[in-house]
């Protein structure tokens, strides 16, 4: 099936989990924007090594730069039928780049899925998380504030989406299973 797909969701509402398993599900990509960086710091390629530069100084990555990267990734081979797209885009700027790279190859979102999550479970999952991967500085006013952040930046993205009837939202909470089973029935898979 080619799917061409955004996955919204706050920290902590298991996005990876998720991405990961669609993309087998559906046979295409998961990618991830913290991949592609990874991915292009230790290739050290000239976007890599950009990149690097704004990380190690605590910024964040600059939309062009981000926006470079990604379409890099999405001109790759894998992803010619299709793609989950997990950490991008996170604002409107590029949600317009995504549509420009797309509409160069007359291919477009087919949908955009919204993981949503109570923001009390959220915080205590990524706290508990926090303890057991000894991620000291995942304290609990910085939880919140990446959630603040998330929503400030990501909610206007979201209803862009909905304007553009792209929109499923969909109960991150519960078994990893059942939030997997909501997910393909918001995009329109058949049960197995």
Known sequence: MSAR????GPPGAG??????RLAERLGVPAISTGDIFRANIRGGTELGRTAQAYTARGELVPDEVTNAMVRDRLAQDDAAEGFLLDGYPRNVAQVAELDAVLAADGRGVDLAVELTADPEVVVARLLHRATVEGREDDTE?????RLTVYTEQTAP???????RGLLAQVDGIGDVDEVTQR???AIGQPAR
């Open 141 to 145: 006013d910085v939880v919140r504030h």
């Open 15 to 20: 996005k990876g989990t998720q991405a990961a």
């Open 157 to 163: 993205v979201a209803a862009l989406y909905a304007e």
């Open 183 to 185: 997910l393909l029935d």
């Open 5 to 8: 797909l955004v996955l919204l």
